[in-house]
C-alpha cells in the first residue's frame, strides 16, 4: 500500500517540478533581464513564440527561450497560442450575425437627439467657456495609428 502512494507522490511532484509553456500573444514581447519596465531588454521575441515560465513575481514571468532566461509581463503571454483570425468566426458568419442580430433601426429619442445636436451658438458658449474644443476632439477622434507608429513611439521613449 505504501508504494502505490509514494509512486503517485513521485509523479506528482515530478509534474510540479516542470515548467509551463507560454505563447507571446502581442506582436512582441521584450524580455528582461530584470521584473520591471526601465529593465535592460536583452530580446524581443514575434508574437506566438513559445517560452518555459519558470517562476512568477507579481505581474511578471521569469521564462526561458532558447538558452536565455529573461522576465516578461505575464500581460503578454498565454498558455494557448495567439489565434492567426482576430475573429474565430468566418466572415460569412459574422455577416449572417451583424445582419440578423443588429439593431435595425435607433428610437425615436436617439434620432431626434442625433439630429438636433448642439446649434451654432450652443457650440460656440461651450467653447468659448473652455467645456470643450470640438475642432481639436474631431482631429483626435479622426487620428489613426498603425501599429508600426505605436511601436515606434514606444521605442523612443513615449508614454512614460
Known amino acids: 500500500?505504501?508504494?502505490?502512494?509514494?509512486?503517485?507522490?513521485?509523479?506528482s511532484l515530478t509534474a510540479l517540478a516542470q515548467a509551463q509553456s507560454g505563447y507571446v500573444q502581442s506582436r512582441q514581447a521584450k524580455l528582461q533581464k530584470e521584473p520591471n519596465f526601465s529593465a535592460e531588454v536583452?530580446?524581443?521575441?514575434?508574437?506566438?513564440?513559445?517560452?518555459?515560465?519558470?517562476?512568477?513575481?507579481?505581474?511578471?514571468?521569469?521564462?526561458?527561450?532558447?538558452e536565455q532566461q529573461a522576465w516578461v509581463s505575464r500581460f503578454l503571454i498565454s498558455d494557448t497560442p495567439p489565434l492567426d483570425k482576430v475573429s474565430v468566426l468566418d466572415e460569412q458568419a459574422q455577416a449572417e450575425s451583424l445582419?440578423?442580430?443588429a439593431r435595425q433601426r435607433a428610437s425615436a429619442v436617439t434620432s431626434a437627439g442625433a439630429a438636433r445636436g448642439l446649434t451654432a451658438d450652443e457650440r460656440q458658449r461651450a467653447s468659448s467657456a473652455g467645456l470643450s474644443n470640438y475642432f481639436s476632439v474631431d482631429m483626435m477622434e479622426n487620428a489613426r495609428v498603425t501599429p508600426d507608429e505605436a511601436l515606434e513611439f514606444l521605442a523612443a521613449g513615449g508614454a512614460q
Open 1 to 11: 500500500m505504501k508504494r502505490p502512494l509514494l509512486a503517485l507522490a513521485l509523479l
Open 42 to 66: 536583452l530580446a524581443t521575441l514575434p508574437r506566438g513564440t513559445q517560452v518555459e515560465i519558470l517562476t512568477t513575481q507579481g505581474r511578471w514571468y521569469q521564462v526561458q527561450h532558447a
Open 99 to 101: 445582419v440578423t442580430n
